[in-house]
């Protein structure tokens, strides 16, 4: 069994799919948590793994170390029982590859039960560059949120997926693996980025998240003001 925030991890009830909620969080905000939450109210999930990447693939190392984003994504998901934080990149060497993570967790749950791979639309449009991308699907379902601004792809290598995989809520738990889910969720027009230029300009970012986190960002001295 994988390392596991808090309470050693009783895998939930057999009948609910186990939601993986991959990013760099830096810092998580309430656009994920509000819309993590929402996807455990609409979707058959049983519990959401926040899984902070490590080495995130595909951009610049993030200048808050992974410990620290990792340690804001627990304070953050603390008080809610099916929030869990998932550190299985912090243990492993090199890009976080989430074909990787998912082969891990795969084995760890069994053949049978569902797993759902959660991203916005904005990181599906990025998917045909990831690592071994075409075995995502054999590995577990995606369910892509929409976010404001971005547009669900209908051409393209992505159109296809997006029409070959088509799901619905009742697959997540029908199957492993292998559903395109698409939810729409109250929007939270918000961004780590966002975040950080107001971090880094000495403005507030109260509100954008949760005031555990802003402590623990003014404890450590993230995201210092630049001169
Ligand atoms: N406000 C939001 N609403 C819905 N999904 C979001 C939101 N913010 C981020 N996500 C999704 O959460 C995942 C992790 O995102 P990430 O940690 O990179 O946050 P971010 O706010 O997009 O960060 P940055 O601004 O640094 O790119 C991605 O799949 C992204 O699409
Ligand atoms: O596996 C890959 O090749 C890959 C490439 C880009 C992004 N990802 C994952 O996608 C998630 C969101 O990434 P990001 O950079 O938008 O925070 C995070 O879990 C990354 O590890 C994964």
């Given at each position: 069994?994988?390392?596991?925030?808090?309470?050693?991890?009783i895998?939930?009830?057999?009948s609910?799919?186990?939601?993986?909620?991959?990013?760099?969080?830096?810092?998580i905000?309430?656009?994920?948590?509000?819309?993590?939450?929402?996807?455990?109210?609409?979707?058959?999930?049983?519990?959401l793994?926040?899984?902070?990447?490590?080495?995130?693939?595909?951009?610049?190392?993030?200048?808050?170390?992974?410990?620290?984003?990792?340690?804001?994504?627990?304070?953050?998901?603390?008080?809610?029982?099916?929030f869990?934080?998932?550190?299985?990149?912090?243990?492993?060497?090199?890009?976080?590859?989430?074909v990787?993570?998912?082969?891990?967790?795969?084995h760890e749950?069994?053949?049978?039960?569902?797993?759902?791979?959660?991203?916005?639309?904005?990181?599906?449009?990025?998917?045909?560059?990831?690592?071994?991308?075409?075995?995502?699907l054999?590995?577990?379902?995606?369910?892509?949120?929409?976010?404001?601004?971005?547009?669900?792809?209908?051409?393209?290598?992505?159109?296809?997926?997006?029409?070959?995989?088509?799901?619905?809520?009742?697959?997540?738990?029908?199957?492993?693996?292998?559903?395109?889910?698409?939810q729409t969720?109250?929007?939270?027009?918000?961004?780590?980025?966002?975040?950080?230029?107001?971090?880094?300009?000495?403005?507030?970012?109260?509100?954008?998240?949760?005031?555990?986190?802003?402590?623990?960002?003014?404890?450590?001295?993230?995201?210092?003001?630049?001169?």
């Open positions: 069994m994988s390392e596991v925030s808090g309470e050693t991890l895998y939930p009830e057999r609910g799919a186990v939601g993986v909620f991959g990013g760099t969080f830096n810092p905000h309430f656009g994920h948590l509000r819309s993590a939450l929402e996807l455990l109210e609409a979707l058959p999930l049983a519990q793994r926040f899984m902070p990447a490590s080495e995130p693939p595909h951009r610049a190392s993030p200048q808050v170390s992974a410990t620290d984003r990792a340690a804001m994504v627990e304070r953050a998901i603390a008080g809610e029982r099916r869990v934080c998932d550190r299985r990149e912090l243990d492993r060497e090199g890009p976080s590859y989430t990787e993570s998912l082969e891990e967790l795969r749950l069994g053949d049978e039960r569902g797993i759902c791979l959660i991203m916005g639309c904005d990181a599906l449009l990025g998917l045909p560059n990831w690592h071994r991308w075409e075995e995502l054999s590995l577990a379902h995606l369910v892509i949120m929409a976010r404001p601004g971005w547009v669900f792809p209908d051409q393209g290598v992505l159109g296809s997926l997006m029409r070959d995989h088509a799901g619905v809520a009742e697959d997540l738990v029908r199957e492993p693996a292998g559903s395109l889910v698409t969720l109250s929007p939270q027009d918000i961004s780590a980025t966002n975040i950080r230029v107001l971090l880094q300009s000495g403005l507030s970012a109260r509100y954008l998240l949760p005031e555990s986190v802003l402590a623990y960002i003014a404890e450590r001295g993230l995201y210092a003001e630049q001169e």
